[in-house]
C-alpha cells in the first residue's frame, strides 16, 4: 500500500489533520476506509466539492475505500453559514437534490473492485431516531462550552440574528455520521473542507467518547486566486458542475482563463497529472506563456473529468471556431447554447436581412454602417466572409435548428436565434 499523503501534501490537498503522523501510518498500514460528506442545499455541488471529490478518488486509486455520504438528512437542517439563518428546503426539495447529487458524485469514483466506493444517505440513520435516544444516547456526550465556541457558532451567536437551535445542532448530526459509518463501516477517517474542520472533529470527538476508539479527520484548504478574489466566475459566484447551471462550454473558458499566476497550483489540485508532467507545463508557462499550454492542460483535463471527453472536444472546437480557426458546424446545440449565452443577440429568420441582424445585435449602430461592413469585407456568418450587402440569411448557414454565429471584425461576436 502507497502512502499517499505525501502526494496529497504536494498537491495542496491537506490544510489540518487531527494527528498527521498517525494518519500517514494508517494509510501505510491500510486500506482504511474514509468519507466526506454533501449536503443537498443547492441542485448541483460546485468548485469547493469538486476539490473533496479530487481528493476521495486520490485516495480510492491509492488503495483505500471511499464512503459519499448524501446528507438527506442534514440538507433538510443546514450547516450554519456567517451570512446568517438559512431557508429550510421542503422534503420533497431535499429529496430531488439528493438524487442530483448522487449522480454527479458516482461519475467520480468506482464502485467495483476490492476498494469498491459506497454511496449512503443520512437520512437512513437520522430519520427514524426519536428524540430521546438522541438526547440520551448522542446528546449526553457533548458540552455546550465547546459547541459554543465553534467558530461559525461563536460570530452567530454574537451577531445581530443569533443562532436557531436547528442550525446549532448541525454539528451533533455530522458527529453522529461519523460514528455510525464507523460503527457499519469500519470508517477511520473524515475529510471535508478547512470551513468543515469544527463539524468533522464533533464525530471524532464522538467515537472517542461514545466507543473509545480513536480516528481521524482531513480537510482541505479554501481554494483562492492569487489575487486574493473569490474563486467563482464572479466575485461570489460558483462554478457549477451540473451542465444545465454550468455549460461544459463556459466551464472549459473558466479554467482556460486561469490566470499564470494560478494555473500550476490547479493543475496540483484539480488534476491527475504527475509531477513531472505539471513540471514541464510550469516550464513552458515560463518560457513560452503566449502558448497557454498550462491553461489549455488545466481546461481540458477537468472539463474532461467533470462532463466528459466528448463535451470537452466540443469545448475545444468551439473555443477555435470564435478565434476563426475552426467551424462551428459541427457543435451540438448545448454546446451552441454555451457559446452564445453571454453574446448579444438578434432574432433571425431564413431569409431575413443580415444587415439588419448587425444592427439589431448592436454590432452596428445603424443600416448604412452595417451594408458598408459588408462591403469592406468585415462581416462573417459562421466564420464565412459575407460579400453582398443585400445577403440574406440561408437554411443551410442554421446551427442546430437554432443559431447563426454573426462576427463584426475579428473579436466581436453575435449570435442570431433562428424564429
Known amino acids: 500500500m502507497n502512502n499517499v499523503l505525501d502526494e496529497l501534501q504536494w498537491r495542496g490537498l491537506v490544510s489540518q489533520t487531527t494527528d498527521i503522523e498517525a494518519l500517514r501510518e494508517a494509510l501505510e498500514n491500510g486500506p482504511i476506509t474514509y468519507y466526506c460528506g454533501f449536503d443537498p442545499t443547492a441542485p448541483s455541488l460546485h468548485h469547493g466539492h469538486l476539490v473533496q471529490l479530487v481528493l476521495l478518488r486520490h485516495l480510492q486509486l491509492a488503495g483505500h475505500k471511499p464512503i459519499a455520504l448524501v446528507g438527506g438528512a442534514t440538507g433538510l437542517i443546514g450547516d450554519p453559514r456567517m451570512s446568517g439563518e438559512r431557508v429550510l428546503n421542503s422534503r420533497e426539495i431535499v429529496a430531488t437534490w439528493v438524487d442530483r447529487l448522487r449522480e454527479q458524485i458516482s461519475r467520480f469514483l468506482s464502485f467495483e473492485g476490492d476498494n469498491a466506493a459506497t454511496m449512503v444517505n443520512n437520512l437512513d440513520w437520522h430519520g427514524s431516531l426519536s428524540a430521546l435516544d438522541f438526547l440520551r444516547d448522542v446528546g449526553k456526550h457533548y458540552r455546550l462550552g465547546t459547541m459554543l465556541a465553534k467558530d461559525t457558532v461563536a460570530r452567530r451567536l454574537a451577531s445581530d440574528e443569533g443562532i436557531s437551535f436547528t442550525e446549532f445542532s448541525y454539528q451533533i448530526l455530522q458527529g453522529m455520521d461519523f460514528l455510525e459509518l464507523n460503527r457499519r463501516h469500519g470508517c477511520t477517517l473524515q475529510t471535508g473542507g478547512n470551513d468543515q474542520w469544527g463539524n468533522l472533529l464533533s464525530g471524532v470527538d464522538l467515537i472517542r467518547k461514545a466507543d473509545k476508539k480513536s480516528v481521524h479527520a482531513l480537510t482541505t484548504p479554501l481554494i483562492t486566486k492569487s489575487d486574493g478574489t473569490k474563486f467563482g466566475k464572479s466575485e461570489g459566484g460558483a462554478v457549477w458542475l451540473d451542465p444545465e447551471m454550468m455549460s461544459p462550454y463556459a466551464f472549459y473558458q473558466f479554467w482556460l482563463n486561469s490566470a499564470d499566476e494560478d494555473v500550476i497550483g490547479w493543475l496540483k489540485t484539480f488534476t491527475f497529472r504527475t509531477q513531472e508532467q505539471i513540471a514541464e507545463l510550469e516550464q513552458s508557462l515560463v518560457e513560452k506563456p503566449f502558448l497557454r499550454e ?75 454602417a452595417a451594408r458598408r461592413a459588408i462591403s469592406s469585407g468585415g462581416v462573417y456568418v459562421n466564420n464565412e466572409k459575407i460579400a453582398d450587402e443585400d445577403a440574406v440569411f440561408t437554411a443551410d448557414q442554421v446551427l442546430a435548428d437554432k443559431w447563426v454565429m454573426i462576427r463584426r471584425g475579428k473579436k466581436n461576436w453575435a449570435a442570431g436565434q433562428v424564429s
Do not use: M, N, W
Not at 339 to 362: C, F, M, N
Open 294 to 368: 498550462a491553461q489549455r492542460a488545466l481546461a481540458g483535463d477537468v472539463t474532461t473529468l467533470v462532463h466528459g471527453e466528448r463535451a470537452t472536444e466540443q469545448a475545444i472546437a468551439a473555443s477555435a471556431a470564435l478565434f476563426g480557426k475552426g467551424e462551428f458546424s459541427g457543435l451540438d446545440v448545448q454546446t451552441l447554447d454555451g457559446v452564445t449565452a453571454e453574446l448579444p443577440k438578434a432574432q433571425v429568420a431564413v431569409g431575413g436581412s443580415i444587415a439588419d441582424a448587425l444592427v439589431e445585435s448592436g454590432l452596428e449602430k445603424g443600416k448604412s
